[in-house]
């Protein structure tokens, strides 16, 4: 089986003051079917810089970039858009949920873009609520949620499609150190359980040491 994630030679250059600043220098990954990797890394070593080359939400990259067997570099933005809705799942540190919109409702929505019938997203949007220990808030709107359980609600969100690939930037960073292992290990039993792959950014070693894998960015450069 092919892997989800190939990356070869990526490399990011950013121009600041007149100077080049190469974030990305030859970055070379492979993330098999169903394995949760660590990108580990301080703050400022370019591992958002990364997360956003693989979910193709920025361009300016050199390298090639193969999402389940597909080159996806050079897609248009419609490709891109495809490629980002129908295989992949994101979770940033902030939850970003719609304010407006119930816990359940959130969940839904990305299934209604894709056009689920609306009977079958409630379905999902609560078994993966209910997965998450949330089965008694899925009409709370963010506001009425602790920041856990806004977190549950994203990672919710990030699942409700049934992406091949999960992609996650610091998603307890926001959280207490207690709430962050709670919501972390939830977080990796849904992963797991639905057989995603997952690229999760931290600078956290000891939460990056429960995923299946580390691989460190220094300098531009991975490493095991």
């Given at each position: 089986?092919?892997?989800?994630?190939?990356?070869?030679?990526?490399?990011?250059?950013?121009?600041?003051?007149?100077?080049?600043?190469?974030?990305?220098?030859?970055?070379?990954?492979?993330?098999?079917?169903?394995?949760?990797?660590?990108?580990?890394?301080?703050?400022?070593?370019?591992?958002?810089?990364?997360?956003?080359?693989?979910?193709?939400?920025?361009?300016?990259?050199?390298?090639?970039?193969?999402?389940?067997?597909?080159?996806?570099?050079?897609?248009?933005?419609?490709?891109?858009?495809?490629?980002?809705?129908?295989?992949?799942?994101?979770?940033?540190?902030?939850h970003h949920l719609l304010p407006d919109f119930?816990?359940?409702?959130?969940?839904?929505?990305?299934?209604?873009?894709?056009?689920?019938?609306?009977?079958?997203?409630?379905?999902?949007?609560?078994?993966?609520?209910?997965?998450?220990?949330?089965?008694?808030?899925?009409?709370?709107?963010?506001?009425?949620?602790?920041?856990?359980?806004?977190?549950?609600?994203?990672?919710?969100?990030?699942?409700?499609?049934?992406?091949?690939?999960?992609?996650?930037?610091?998603?307890?960073?926001?959280?207490?150190?207690?709430?962050?292992?709670?919501?972390?290990?939830?977080?990796?039993?849904?992963?797991?359980?639905?057989?995603?792959?997952?690229?999760?950014?931290?600078?956290?070693?000891?939460?990056?040491?429960?995923?299946?894998?580390?691989?460190?960015?220094?300098?531009?450069?991975?490493?095991?």
């Amino acid at each position: 089986m092919n892997d989800i994630v190939d990356i070869q030679g990526l490399r990011r250059t950013f121009t600041q003051g007149g100077q080049s600043i190469e974030v990305l220098r030859g970055v070379d990954l492979r993330i098999a079917p169903g394995e949760i990797v660590a990108l580990l890394g301080p703050s400022g070593s370019g591992k958002s810089t990364m997360l956003q080359a693989v979910g193709l939400l920025e361009g300016g990259f050199e390298g090639v970039i193969r999402i389940a067997g597909e080159d996806v570099a050079q897609l248009d933005n419609e490709g891109r858009t495809r490629v980002r809705r129908d295989r992949m799942g994101f979770v940033y540190q902030f939850h970003h949920l719609l304010p407006d919109f119930s816990a359940i409702e959130n969940v839904m929505l990305p299934q209604l873009v894709r056009d689920v019938r609306a009977e079958e997203a409630q379905h999902r949007a609560t078994h993966l609520l209910s997965a998450l220990g949330l089965h008694h808030r899925l009409t709370h709107r963010p506001s009425q949620l602790s920041g856990g359980e806004q977190q549950r609600v994203a990672v919710a969100r990030a699942l409700a499609n049934q992406p091949q690939l999960v992609l996650a930037d610091e998603p307890t960073g926001n959280l207490d150190e207690a709430t962050a292992d709670i919501v972390l290990a939830e977080f990796l039993g849904l992963v797991r359980g639905e057989g995603a792959a997952a690229l999760v950014a931290t600078h956290n070693e000891r939460l990056a040491g429960k995923m299946d894998r580390i691989v460190r960015l220094h300098e531009g450069r991975l490493s095991a």
